[in-house]
C-alpha cells in the first residue's frame, strides 16, 4: 500500500467542466513534487453530471483520486469533513474546484509548510489581475470585519486555500455553531485555537467555465455571511474553550463511558466547589473541569485508540518544540530530524534524550518556549532525590492537567469527591503566605486534613492517628515511607477503628512488605502512585493491581535499556515525553527512574486502555555497584531485608566506590551478629564474593524535610543507556518537496 504524503480535497458542485483539468493538474503537481498524493474529489449534490465525472475520473486513476458523493448539496465545509474522513495522507489540502486557485500552488503551500514548520499554511488571493466587481469588494470589507472582530491582521483572512496536518483540519473543522458559510472562518478557527500560521500569496484567475453559485445572490450570501460572523465572534472570541485534542479526537472515537455517574447532590457539590476554583487556587482555573471530564472519557479509549491519540499529540509537539523553542530546533537539526519525520511513538528513537542537567545549563538560556505567557507559567523547584537543586516550568495548561488526572486517579480507589480524605505530607513546605491560606482554604473546602509528615515522631504518632480517626476518611494519601511508619505504630497498639476505602502511597518505592503490612493495618487495599515534581503523578494503580496505569493522555513513558524497549518483566530507565508541557517541553526526559517492563499486549481487567508499567524499582542514582560488573537496585535491599525486620528495625546503604559500601543499621529487638552475618553473606551472593561491606550501626536513620527515607544512596555514575545505539536521521527516502 502506498504511504500518502498529501491528500487534496476538493469540493465540487455543478463542476463537470472544470474536474477534468483540475485532475490532470492536481495529479501533475504530485508528479512534478515527486509526491505520494491522492485527489479527493467529493460531489456536493450536483445537479449536472459532476458526479458522473468523478466516478470516472476514480476510474481512470485508481488511488490517485477518490470520488465522495453526497446524496444532496451540504455546504463546502461538509464537504471538507467527507474528503479528511476519506484522506490517507497525514497532511492535507482544499482547494475549490472552479480552477480559480491555481493546483500548482500546492506544492508551494506544501513545502511552506515544512520550511518553515507551521500549523497552517493558507494561500491569500492576489490582486494582480483579479476583477473588481462587487463580489472583489465585498471579500475585501469582509476580510476588514473579520481581522477586526477576531483581531487579526491577514491580507485574505476568507480564503480556503490551506495546507495543513490532518488533525488540524479535523480539529477546526470541529466547530459547534450553525453557519451558512463556516469555510470563511477556517483562519479565524486557526488562530482562536492557537494555531501557527503563514500566508502565502498565490494568483487567483477568474471563472473560465461553470457558474458559481454566488453569482446572481452576491449581496444575500453577504446578508448571511454578517450573521455568520455573529454566531463566530461567540464561539471564538466570547465563549472560551480549552485546547485540548483529546475533545476533538473522541469525536472522531467515540466510546462508552463507563464512569459511574454522580449523585444530584455530589454535582451540586463538585459545581459548588469550582465556583470558587479560582479564588482557592494559584495559576490553575475551574478549567480543571474540562480536563476532569474528558479525562473520564479518554480513560475507556482501546489501547489502540490511545496511542493514537499519543500519536498525535506527539507530532503536535515536535512541531512546537521545533519551531518555538531554540534548544529543540538545534538538537533534532543536528540529528538530523524534522518535525514531520516524527509521525509517532515508533520515530522516537530518532529524537535525542533529555537529562536533568541538560535541562539546568539551558533553563535560562534556550529551552523555554518563545511564546509561552510569562503570566501563565509556574516555576517549579525541588532538592531532587540526590539533594542537588532542580528548577523547571509549566504552564497552566499542563497544571490544569495535573490536577484533573490526580482526581480521576484517586476515585479509582473508591473515593468520591467530597469524601473526608487524609495527606500525610508537607502541607504548605515552600508556599507564601497567600498560597498556604489558599492551599488551606482549599483543604476545608475539600475535606482534606493535612498531617505534616516532617513532623512525625514517636511522640507524635498517637496524636496523629487520633485526629485521623477523628476525620473518618475514605481515602488515606501519602508518603510510602509515612504510611510505613504509621501502619507500624497502628499494629503496634493493636489496631485502629480507621477503615478508609483505600491507602494511596506515593514518593518512594513499595516494598510487598510494607503494602501488606498498611493493608493490614488500615484494612483497605493499597493503590500506589508514580509521580515526580517534574511531572506530578505519572502512573497509578488501579482497583485490579496488575501495574501502574500511565497517564497516556498526558505522557509517554518509554523504559529501555540500550536505548531500546526492555524486554517484558526486565528493569529498564524510565524516559518521559510530557505531551501537555509547552513552556518548556521535556521530550524523552531521563528521570532517572528504573521500572519494570510490562508486556505491551497485556490488557488490564479494569477495561481501561492505559499504558502499564510494572513495580517502580527505586533510581538509577539508587543503584549499588558491586564487583565484577554485578548491580542491583535499591529496591533489591527492601525486598532481602523485609524477612529481617525483627533484627534490622531501619536499614541506609551508601556507596561511594563500586565494589564497596557502608551498611547503615538501626538494631532491632531481636538483632543477633549471627543475623547480620547471614545478611552480609546474600549481599556478596549477589553482588560478589570480593564486596566490601562497613557496617556502621546507628540510633536513626532520619526522614528528609520533604518526610522521605533514603534507603539507598549511591554517589557512583550508572548509565542505563550508555550502550545505546545511535540516533536514525531522518528518513534518506524524503521527498524534495520536504528539503
Known amino acids: 500500500m502506498t504511504d500518502f504524503e498529501l491528500s487534496v480535497i476538493a469540493p465540487c458542485f455543478n463542476e463537470e467542466l472544470n474536474v477534468p483539468e483540475l485532475t490532470r493538474r492536481v495529479l501533475g503537481v504530485f508528479d512534478r513534487g515527486k509526491l505520494a498524493g491522492e485527489l479527493i474529489l467529493v460531489d456536493d449534490g450536483s445537479r449536472d453530471a459532476t458526479a458522473r465525472v468523478i466516478a470516472d475520473l476514480a476510474e481512470q486513476h485508481p488511488g490517485r483520486v477518490v470520488g465522495r458523493f453526497h446524496p444532496d448539496n451540504r455546504g463546502i465545509a461538509h464537504a471538507w469533513k467527507t474528503g479528511v474522513a476519506a484522506a490517507r495522507a497525514p497532511v492535507v489540502a482544499v482547494i475549490d474546484s472552479d480552477l480559480q486557485y491555481q493546483p500548482e500552488d500546492l506544492l508551494r503551500l506544501y513545502r511552506e509548510l515544512f520550511e518553515h514548520s507551521v500549523d497552517v499554511v493558507q494561500g491569500w488571493r492576489s490582486p494582480v489581475g483579479r476583477a473588481r466587481g462587487a463580489r472583489y469588494h465585498l471579500s475585501r470589507g469582509f476580510n476588514t470585519l473579520l481581522n477586526g472582530a477576531f483581531g487579526m491582521h491577514l491580507r485574505d483572512n476568507k480564503s480556503g486555500f490551506v495546507v495543513c496536518a490532518k488533525e488540524v483540519l479535523e480539529d477546526l473543522l470541529t466547530y459547534e455553531g450553525h453557519y451558512y458559510y463556516w469555510q470563511s ?27 458559481s453559485f454566488l453569482d446572481n445572490t452576491a449581496y444575500r450570501a453577504a446578508a448571511r ?33 463507563r464512569t459511574p455517574p454522580k449523585s444530584p447532590l455530589r454535582k451540586a457539590a463538585w459545581q459548588g466547589y469550582l465556583a470558587t476554583f479560582n479564588e482557592t487556587h494559584w495559576m490553575i482555573t475551574r478549567d480543571v473541569e474540562h ?35 531554540p534548544y529543540y530546533r538545534e538538537r533534532l537539526r543536528a540529528a538530523g530530524v524534522r518535525p514531520e519525520d516524527v509521525r509517532g511513538q515508533a520515530d522516537l528513537h ?91 482554604l482549599d483543604a476545608s473546602l475539600t475535606r482534606r486534613k493535612f498531617i505534616p509528615v516532617f513532623e512525625m515522631s514517636d511522640a507524635k504518632l498517637e496524636a496523629m492517628v487520633k485526629a485521623i480517626e477523628a476525620h473518618e476518611p475514605t481515602l488515606i494519601d501519602g508518603y510510602a515511607e509515612a504510611l510505613d511508619l504509621l501502619a507500624h505504630y497502628v499494629k503496634s497498639r493493636g489496631g485502629s477503628k480507621l477503615r478508609p476505602k483505600g491507602v494511596m502511597t506515593s514518593a518512594q518505592t513499595l516494598p510487598e512488605a510494607s503494602r501488606r503490612l498498611i493493608e ?72 532517572g527512574d528504573l521500572a519494570v517492563a510490562r508486556d505491551p499486549s497485556f490488557v488490564c481487567p479494569c477495561g481501561r486502555g492505559l499504558p502499564l508499567i510494572g ?7 539508587s543503584i549499588i555497584v558491586g564487583t565484577h560488573g554485578r548491580y542491583v537496585p535499591g529496591t533489591f535491599f527492601a525486598h532481602l531485608l523485609k524477612e529481617y525486620d525483627h533484627a534490622i528495625r531501619l536499614f541506609q546503604v551508601v556507596q561511594d566506590r563500586p565494589g564497596a559500601f557502608t551498611f547503615r543499621v538501626v538494631r532491632g529487638g531481636r538483632y543477633s551478629d549471627d543475623t547480620l552475618a547471614e545478611i552480609l553473606r546474600t549481599f556478596r551472593e549477589y553482588l560478589g564474593a570480593d564486596l566490601a561491606v562497613e557496617v556502621e550501626f546507628v540510633d536513626n536513620v532520619e526522614l528528609i524535610r520533604t518526610g522521605k527515607r533514603l534507603a539507598s544512596v549511591s554517589r557512583l555514575k550508572v548509565d542505563f543507556q550508555e550502550r545505546a545505539p545511535e540516533r536514525v536521521a531522518a528518513d534518506a527516502g524524503a521527498t524534495d518537496a520536504h528539503r
Not at 237 to 255: G, K, T, Y
Not at 535 to 541: L, R, T
Not at 565 to 588: K, Q, S
Open 291 to 325: 480536563y476532569y471530564e474528558l479525562l473520564q472519557k479518554t480513560q475507556w479509549l482501546g489501547a489502540s485508540e490511545l496511542c493514537e491519540l499519543q500519536d498525535e499529540k506527539l507530532r503536535r509537539l515536535v512541531r512546537h518544540a521545533y519551531r518555538n523553542v
Open 350 to 440: 530518532k529524537l535525542p534524550f533529555l537529562t536533568k542537567q541538560d535541562v539546568r545549563d539551558h533553563i535560562y538560556f534556550d529551552i523555554l518556549s518563545e511564546n509561552h505567557d510569562k503570566n501563565q507559567v509556574l516555576r517549579i523547584s525541588t532538592s531532587g532525590s540526590t539533594g542537588e537543586p532542580f528548577v523547571c516550568y509549566a504552564d497552566r495548561a499542563q497544571l490544569e492537567f495535573r490536577w484533573a488526572a490526580t482526581l480521576r486517579s484517586q476515585e479509582w480507589t473508591g473515593y468520591q469527591f467530597g469524601d473526608p480524605c487524609v495527606r500525610l505530607w508537607h502541607q504548605t513546605l515552600g508556599m507564601s503566605k497567600s498560597q498556604a491560606w489558599r492551599e488551606q
Open 520 to 591: 493490614e493495618a488500615f484494612g483497605c487495599k493499597v493503590f500506589d502512585k508514580y509521580g515526580s515534581r517534574e511531572f506530578s503523578g505519572i502512573a497509578y494503580e488501579c482497583e485490579a493491581h496488575t501495574g501502574h496505569h500511565v497517564v497516556g493522555e498526558g505522557y509517554i513513558v518509554e523504559v529501555l535499556r540500550d536505548g531500546v524497549p526492555a524486554r517484558p518483566g526486565e528493569v529498564g530507565e524510565v524516559v518521559i515525553t510530557d505531551l501537555n508541557n509547552y513552556c518548556l517541553p521535556f521530550i524523552r526526559y531521563r528521570i
Open 185 to 211: 472562518f477556517v483562519m479565524v478557527a486557526a488562530h482562536a485555537k492557537g494555531y501557527s500560521y503563514k500566508e502565502v500569496e498565490t494568483l487567483f484567475e477568474n471563472r473560465r467555465a461553470g457558474q
Open 615 to 621: 513495580a517502580i524499582e527505586g533510581r538509577v542514582q
Open 225 to 257: 455571511s454578517l450573521v455568520d460572523l455573529g454566531r463566530a465572534a461567540w464561539e471564538y472570541r466570547f465563549v472560551r474553550r480549552v485546547a485540548d485534542v483529546s475533545e476533538q479526537f473522541l469525536r472522531r472515537h467515540p466510546i462508552l463511558d
